[in-house]
């Protein structure tokens, strides 16, 4: 019951990190270079952006050069899940290792959509809901879109990723 509760808090809370580059005061040199290459587990997931990628737009991407890794956590007291830090040439993705545990195959597909959509699209978030239903428009949304979300509405959140 506690594992439920505490998976259900992460969905209430769990927010993607703001997108932090050189300069930014809130990122700080620990954050940096730690990482010269991606953990292996996210390379599946790089590689299905870069399908998504081509087969919306028929252009390629190449996202080797964003390193992905795990943390423990990503700044004190904060309840980020995920944050992409750009440091000049480099980008790196943080993803907290206890949430990404917690959490099934599709909402981890929409956490490295969304990071990799700072990182290697440049974009911000887009807080845009439907004033019907309540539903994140974009899957920049600034609170992660749940996996069942992003599966039910996938055409809708790749075409706005890629092409607006």
């Given amino acids: 019951m506690k594992l439920f509760q505490l998976i259900l ?3 209430i809370l769990g927010a993607c990190g703001k997108m932090l580059e050189e300069g930014d005061a809130k990122v700080s040199s620990h954050y940096v270079s ?3 290459s991606s953990d292996p587990t996210f390379d599946n997931y790089k590689n299905d952006f870069e399908d998504n990628y081509y087969q919306e737009t028929g252009l390629s991407i190449n996202t080797s050069a964003i390193n992905i890794n ?3 956590s990503i700044e004190e007291n904060s309840s980020f899940i ?4 750009i440091w000049g040439n480099r980008k ?3 993803v907290k290792t206890t ?8 909402t981890k597909q929409s956490i490295i959509h969304h990071e990799l959509g700072h990182c290697a699209l440049g974009k911000g978030h887009n807080n845009e809901i439907d004033e019907k239903t309540g539903r994140p428009l974009s899957l920049m949304h600034s609170n992660i879109v749940s996996g069942t979300m992003f599966m039910s509405f996938f055409e809708e959140y790749i075409q706005e990723l890629f092409n607006q």
């Avoid at 995920?82 to 830090?85: D, E, K, M, T």
């Fill in 34 to 36: 730690a990482f010269t």
């Fill in 99 to 106: 949430y990404w545990d917690a959490v099934g195959e599709d």
């Fill in 82 to 85: 995920a944050v992409c830090i």
């Fill in 9 to 11: 808090l992460c969905f």
């Fill in 92 to 94: 790196d993705i943080l």
């Fill in 70 to 72: 795990f943390v423990d």
